[in-house]
């Protein structure tokens, strides 16, 4: 099991940048997925990017490719979603998410995943 914690939200201007952290409390971190989703009001939620901790492994959804880079410090237990060149369509709660699932292929479906952070508020104004 896995509690997850996110920080960084914030108002940013389009085309500024936002650094979001989700804070992980497990003994068993490298053996961890953990994915960023969005959910903007009244729109599902959506994939954002997913690094398995172990390896390094990354995945990005195509709407953030080029913009977002997703990391970890293992040694904090944190993983990292750099957003850069935001847009108005990036504003959305964003929740990172958590799955022990080794070497199992990477997920981009939320109901894989069955740890939740609480979200963060990320506003980008035109």
């Known amino acids: 099991q896995v509690r997850l914690a996110e920080s960084g939200g914030g108002l940013v201007q389009a085309g500024g940048s936002l650094k979001l952290s989700c804070a992980a409390s497990t003994r068993t971190f490298s053996g961890y997925h953990i994915s960023w989703f969005r959910q903007a009001p009244g729109r599902e939620r959506e994939f954002v990017a997913v690094i398995f901790i172990g390896a390094g492994n990354t995945r990005y959804a195509d709407s953030v490719k080029g913009r977002f880079t997703i990391s970890r410090d293992s040694a904090e237990n944190t993983v990292v979603l750099q957003m850069n060149s935001l847009k108005p369509e990036d504003t959305a709660v964003y929740f990172c998410?958590?799955?022990?699932?080794?070497?199992?292929?990477?997920?981009?479906?939320?109901?894989?995943?069955?740890?939740w952070g609480q979200g963060t508020q990320v506003t980008v104004s035109s």
């Open positions: 998410a958590g799955s022990f699932r080794g070497l199992r292929p990477i997920s981009t479906t939320s109901t894989d995943y069955p740890y």
